[in-house]
């Protein structure tokens, strides 16, 4: 009739009558076979074919515009949407009646449901057609990530880039955490981007008291300590200044899942934009699942935050534990990827691997890279300034 079903962007789900669906799928086999017909639908029907050939005799018969195929679909495809929204609004109800109901679990459910594409996703694209936009970022020469407060680093990773799982890993008491609220307060001071800190072993009080003792270089141990001098309060003053207009927004809830977390970052994007999400720490995560394997549950948290930093196109920085590091000496070794804890599935999801090492707290420390998808694996020594909370570059001094 002048048309190609390929033209209109409708499934066979989307048509409430069983009989229809089957008709469509056979129209589209039809077409990829050869020329649309009543005898090559009714081939493609398979042994139901012969019980409708009346009825598709009937349909072929009826005058069919060209032109209207595309508005066509378009009801079906409202139809099967509102058809698929009272579906969502009986297993709500479903849910909300049922024993001892979880309304995060609830709104998580419907916020994935809702989340999903109705009808056909065309997301394919080739090379030649991604050839121009990726030609004019290599003319920008903008670089693919934003900077971290590491340039050596920077040098290696190329920055933090959207969609992408940086794994930063340590020992229990090394500096991670101190790591990533440096980070976390690098973009939002220099990048002015909204980071989203799911915290699941510090307060948002301890986060400030560092983000304090970073921003005015005053001793961290004074700040807990409350033993408070003239000086001190000079540069208090100075830091809360600076951190004002802080856009480090901090769940500090200890039990969080990788769903709440989830929930929490979209929530945050649709309110106020997104730059970062940072999640301390992998290990520690609450399952969904208790009887679920430990493996399995880290593998699903690491698979999880991949899959978030690439649906809200951000980076997305995951802290993460490591085995206790000793030779056969007894002695403190250089950590590898694989003594990350828990799951080798870490490794595989990540985009980049980071091992924070600092053998006996001498000085320099060293972020290892060790594995760079978009970059390139090596050393990047870094001064441990605990005492400003701060991990500085290595060429900045304690005194500087």
């Known amino acids: 009739n002048g048309w190609h079903p390929a033209d209109v962007d409708i499934t066979a789900d989307e048509f409430h009558e069983p009989r229809h669906a089957a008709t469509w799928t056979a129209i589209l086999t039809a077409s990829e076979t050869g020329t649309v017909s009543v005898d090559s639908v009714r081939l493609a029907l398979g042994p139901s074919g012969d019980k409708s050939a009346v009825w598709l005799f009937d349909l072929w018969s009826r005058p069919v515009v060209a032109a ?6 378009e009801r079906i495809r409202t139809a099967a949407q509102i058809r698929d929204l009272d579906n969502l609004a009986i297993r709500i109800k479903q849910a909300t009646a049922g024993p001892m109901p979880d309304p995060a679990a609830i709104a998580e459910s419907i916020r994935q449901h809702l989340d999903r594409p109705f009808g056909t996703v065309r997301d394919v694209e080739t090379i030649a057609e991604a050839l121009p936009r990726v030609i004019d970022q290599l003319q920008s020469a903008e670089p693919s990530g934003l900077s971290t407060p590491w340039p050596d680093l920077d040098e290696h990773i190329h920055g933090l880039a959207p969609s992408r799982l940086y ?7 090394r500096g991670k955490s101190l790591l990533a609220q440096n980070l976390a307060a690098w973009w939002s001071q220099t990048h002015r981007l909204p980071t989203y800190f799911a915290s699941m072993e510090m307060t948002t009080e301890e986060l400030t008291n560092r983000s304090i003792a970073q921003a005015g270089k005053i001793e961290l141990d004074a700040l807990q300590s409350r033993d408070l001098r003239e000086s001190h309060w000079a540069k208090i003053a100075t830091a809360q200044s600076t951190l004002m207009d802080s856009l480090v927004h901090v769940c500090p809830n200890p039990t969080q899942t990788i769903e709440s977390i989830r929930s929490g970052a979209r929530d945050l994007k649709r309110r106020k934009g997104l730059g970062l999400i940072v999640v301390d720490y992998l290990q520690i995560i609450t399952p969904r699942d208790r009887r679920i394997p430990r493996e399995q549950q880290v593998a699903e948290y690491s698979r999880g935050l991949k899959v978030l930093a690439k649906e809200l196109d951000v980076p997305a920085v995951a802290l993460s534990q490591l085995r206790r590091l000793n030779d056969e000496n007894g002695k403190p070794r250089r950590p590898t990827m694989s003594d990350l804890r828990e799951s080798g599935a ?12 600092q053998p006996e707290h001498e000085q320099p420390a060293e972020l290892l890279v060790a594995k760079a998808r978009a970059g390139r694996t090596g050393r990047v020594p870094v001064t441990m300034q605990t005492h400003w909370a701060t991990i500085a570059p290595a060429y900045q001094r304690f005194g500087a």
């Open 346 to 357: 870490i490794e595989q999801d990540a985009d980049a691997v980071l091992l924070l090492h």
């Open 68 to 73: 209207n195929a595309p508005a066509l679909a």
């Open 167 to 173: 794994v930063v890993a340590g020992r229990p008491g």
